[in-house]
């Protein structure tokens, strides 16, 4: 068989199979050729999820006769010149539009500013026409009617219009996000119209207006910066977070991108902090030199790689974490919103005929209350009395204080000072054995007893955790595990990190690795078990964290059973010492589960309950 050289038609089509996967692909690259153009607006119009019919209008620069001719030449480009290593464009290869006119009907009409006419020309399955004048408004409009027509085979791997029209409302809400002073309208026959109008320099005001305005309101802001590499963007609270991870959006040099190291970096930074199932919601900006990330390396152009992949991801994690530790022990505004729907307002529970006072789960206290100086627990009254959270026994609160219709202002002390210097107020009552009622200068905070202890306990174990070399365990004969040599390279590499969480690994010839030492908190365990499945973790992510997540996990675990109980009766100077030790402790807003462990309803709430607002 003799080699031959492919015609211009097919090789066209063999990149539109890379660059063009769905009529999604096609408007990435439209809505960036508008966007490197210099569009302020640009209009995205569709019909049968965009195999019908794809039009991207825009008011950028636009394109002249002799230029409009060779926007659909293969590689024909004004972005780049010599170099691939400042690329400061979202496109730069010049494979789009020859791609999509060889598999599509496409037709481009263009006029730059100033001229006095625009000009059109067309390609239908790879056919160029010639180009002639037409009557355009200054910038581009790019019509694509009848996707993948000369490829037929290609319209049957196709998902159903509704999902193709919800591709590319997804691209649309991308770029959007990325390019905040940019206008963007998508409408069609398919779909309702989306607007996003620009809102300039103010990121958080695009984004609300893509994830809803609760963003605005559970949004940590971000801003961080090492060694020349700066992210910005901003981070939802742990208990503002989804089903899915379709709300975390990453921007490199202003490029969204699904790139599998930073949604890594983001996973690993609300470590502890989400329920399983659940994900944070994210926007995530990376700014950095352009010779320093590699974005030529997915055709679609939505992967990356960077030089220092662990500077980047250290940087997200670092930035996450320390935002989430200063501001995210703050609860959801939704929380506020779900309680506010539980209540039905008119319902009038009466008393049952065996009700008493003693017997009521409803514990509110009396002037005992009024200054309370404790501390968590060892001294005060707490320690006097000889009870503590680790004890059965329990002193009776005080007599039921009989509710009065007066109003009298009253100003409450705690620990010698207004409750307003506390954010999570002062105890007020015990209800159910499990949850604090707390008074705060503008509201209320109702606090989960047990999943609040328990984080506190876990955050004291995980501190201990940290910081020094972990005990180990010596096995008696070393554990000797056949692994593929690639794979003992990269256990090697990480050999020094894994020694400091008590897990001593040496290698033992080409293809296995020996283990002397397994870290003493995790007792009898699967060795072969845990180094394959670090090998497999560090082949992906190219990190060691499941072993710490495995000792943070039997942390939890003890943490746990080791907390103050659902059930447990608590005396006023223990609940507030819970509430003044939980305002201290990072990450105290969620318990080791992820869950919320206090909820908070503003006094404007409350009044709203009542018709007073």
């Known amino acids: 068989m003799m080699i031959k050289q492919l015609s211009e038609t097919l090789i066209n089509q063999i990149a539109a199979g890379e660059v063009i996967e769905r009529p999604a692909s096609a408007a990435k690259e439209l809505i960036e050729n508008a966007i490197d153009a210099g569009a302020t607006r640009i209009e995205v119009a569709t019909a049968g999820g965009g195999k019908t019919l794809l039009r991207i209008v825009d008011n950028g620069c636009g394109m002249g006769p002799d230029d409009l001719e060779l926007s659909i030449r293969r590689h024909c480009t004004s972005k780049i010149s010599q170099t691939l290593f400042d690329i400061r464009s979202l496109g730069f290869r010049g494979e789009a539009l020859p791609s999509i006119g060889s598999v599509a009907k496409l037709t481009i009409t263009s006029r730059p500013a100033g001229a006095s006419a625009g000009a059109e020309i067309s390609v239908q399955g790879g056919k160029v026409g010639s180009v002639r004048p037409a009557a355009a408004n200054p910038g581009t409009t790019v019509e694509?009617?009848?996707?993948?027509f000369a490829t037929p085979a290609r319209l049957k791997f196709l998902?159903?219009?509704?999902?193709?029209?919800?591709?590319?409302?997804?691209?649309?809400?991308?770029?959007?996000i990325a390019f905040p002073a940019i206008r963007f309208v998508l409408s069609g026959t398919d779909r309702s119209t989306l607007e996003f109008p620009s809102t300039?320099?103010?990121?958080?005001?695009?984004?609300?207006?893509?994830?809803?305005s609760d963003f605005r309101d559970n949004a940590i802001a971000l801003d961080a910066e090492r060694e020349d590499v700066r992210l910005t963007g901003f981070a939802g609270v742990p208990t503002f977070n989804r089903g899915n991870s379709a709300h975390q959006y990453a921007f490199v040099n202003g490029r969204p991108v699904l790139d599998k190291q930073i949604l890594s970096a983001i996973r690993g930074a609300y470590a502890e902090t989400i329920p399983h199932g659940r994900y944070p919601v994210a926007v995530l900006s990376l700014t950095l030199d352009p010779a320093l990330v590699d974005v030529n390396v997915h055709p679609a152009k939505s992967d990356v790689r960077f030089r220092d992949p662990g500077l980047?991801?250290?940087?997200?994690?670092?930035?996450?974490?320390?935002?989430?530790?200063?501001?995210g022990d703050r609860s959801s505004t939704t929380?506020?919103?779900?309680?506010?729907r539980a209540f039905r307002p008119g319902f009038s529970p009466q008393p049952t005929a065996n009700w008493s006072a003693e017997a009521s789960p409803y514990r509110p206290f009396g002037n005992a209350a009024e200054t309370i100086a404790s501390p968590y627990p060892g001294s005060g009254p707490s320690a006097a009395t000889g009870f503590g959270f680790a004890e059965v026994g329990q002193a009776s609160f005080e007599t039921l204080s009989q509710p009065a219709a007066r109003s009298e202002a009253r100003s409450v002390?705690?620990?010698?000072?207004?409750?307003?210097?506390?954010p999570l107020g002062a105890a007020r009552a015990q209800v159910h054995a499990n949850y604090i009622v707390a008074q705060t200068g503008d509201g209320l905070v109702i606090v989960d007893q047990h999943a609040a202890h328990e984080?506190?306990?876990?955050?004291?174990?995980?501190?201990?955790?940290?910081g020094r070399r972990l005990p180990s365990q010596g096995l008696l004969i070393p554990e000797i595990i056949d692994l593929p040599e690639e794979d003992c390279d990269r256990l090697m590499m990480h050999a020094e990190a894994l020694e400091q969480l008590g897990l001593a690994v040496e290698r033992f010839g080409p293809g296995a690795i020996a283990v002397r030492e397994t870290p003493a908190m995790l007792g009898e365990m699967d060795v072969t078990g845990l180094i394959k499945d670090l090998a497999d973790e560090i082949a992906e992510w190219d990190t060691a964290d499941r072993l710490s997540a495995r000792l943070e996990h039997v942390a939890a675990t003890m943490a746990c059973h080791g907390s103050v109980r659902s059930g447990r009766q608590l005396r006023v100077e223990e609940?507030?010492?819970l509430l003044r030790q939980m305002e201290q402790t990072p990450g105290s807003g969620q318990c080791n589960h992820g869950r919320p462990t206090y909820v908070e309803l503003k006094l404007s709430d409350i009044e709203r309950l009542f018709g007073r607002s």
Do not use: C, S, W, Y
């Open 413 to 422: 002390i705690v620990a010698g000072e207004p409750v307003a210097n506390f």
């Open 144 to 148: 694509v009617r009848d996707l993948f």
């Open 335 to 340: 929380g506020a919103g779900g309680m506010l």
């Open 312 to 327: 980047v991801r250290g940087l997200i994690v670092g930035a996450v974490r320390q935002a989430l530790q200063r501001e």
């Open 575 to 577: 609940m507030n010492a």
């Open 455 to 466: 984080r506190l306990v876990f955050e004291q174990m995980r501190k201990a955790l940290t």
């Open 200 to 212: 300039g320099d103010d990121h958080l005001a695009r984004i609300a207006q893509i994830l809803g």
């Open 159 to 176: 998902k159903t219009e509704k999902a193709e029209a919800g591709a590319i409302a997804e691209i649309v809400k991308r770029m959007a």
